[in-house]
């Protein structure tokens, strides 16, 4: 019997989809808005840029970089702590990647559409049970015209169902991927062992596959996003009471 690591880690989430071209190319065609006949076939991984060392967004934010051969940029992001400031985050990295394709000296024409993926394991949209939101640059009026340049996809993982991707079979099982195996895991869904690319992360993920020193590193990441979560928590609530005493002062005054 298999026991298995949370996919959703710094350390296994990257030799899944960092190390393995074809398994985030399967990803990226389930959940990308790509139009038909425009679906990835080929990538290069880029080297990951730095994130800023900030309290709100330290430890939690796991990402893979990736150019297809014909130049669309893909950003494949982790995100397990959710923060007010995390959009932003996405839309800053993807329009960096997107101005940073050509110099001063080179047309605009030469310019290829940046995809975001963040895969989000927090809910943050609750006035809605869709756990899938596609934004992009359309016209006001008539959605049927684009500017096609940034791709920002955010899906929020405790909220996935199967049947919200029902015509898309690898969607859904990348999703339980990402959704039901971890550490408690003992037996795996036997439609996910079917899958040979699945199945080929779910090799990836045993823990049988790490070292010592890997295994410890895993634990340790899952520390640090503990300790993290526990200080967006304690900011969240000093600004939630910052808000309070100035709506009671102002109400005081009125």
Not at 153 to 169: D, I, W
Not at 225 to 252: F, M, P, S, Y
């Amino acid at each position: 019997m298999a026991k298995y690591l949370d996919p959703k880690a710094d350390v296994t989430f990257k030799k899944v989809f960092g190390e393995h071209k074809n398994l985030v190319i399967s990803l990226l065609n389930a959940l990308l808005p790509l139009d038909p006949g425009k679906q990835v076939e080929s990538i290069e991984y880029l080297p990951p840029e730095m994130v800023p060392d900030n309290p709100d967004k330290k430890n939690s934010i796991v990402d893979v970089r990736c150019e297809e051969t014909g130049g669309r940029k893909f950003i494949v992001e982790m995100q397990l702590n959710w923060t007010t400031a995390f959009k932003e985050r996405v839309l800053f990295n993807a329009a960096k990647a997107y101005v940073r394709q050509i110099d001063r000296s080179e047309k605009y024409k030469l310019l290829q559409p940046v995809y975001s993926l963040n895969l989000v394991n927090k809910i943050f949209e609750p006035d809605t049970d869709n756990c899938y939101h596609h934004y992009s640059m359309v016209h006001n009026l008539d959605t049927k015209k684009k500017i096609d340049g940034l791709h920002l996809v955010f899906v929020e993982l405790p909220k996935f169902k199967p049947q919200s991707f029902a015509e898309k079979k690898m969607a859904i099982l990348w999703l339980k991927f990402l959704t039901e195996i971890d550490e408690k895991t003992r037996t795996a869904p036997q439609e996910l062992l079917d899958n040979p690319e699945v199945s080929k992360a779910l090799e990836i993920v045993e823990e049988s596959a790490y070292s010592d020193a890997e295994i410890a590193a895993y634990e340790g990441y899952w520390d640090a996003v503990r300790r993290e979560a526990t200080i967006i928590g304690e900011l969240n609530d000093a600004r939630e009471e910052l808000a309070e005493e100035k709506k009671n002062r102002d109400e005081a005054v009125a």
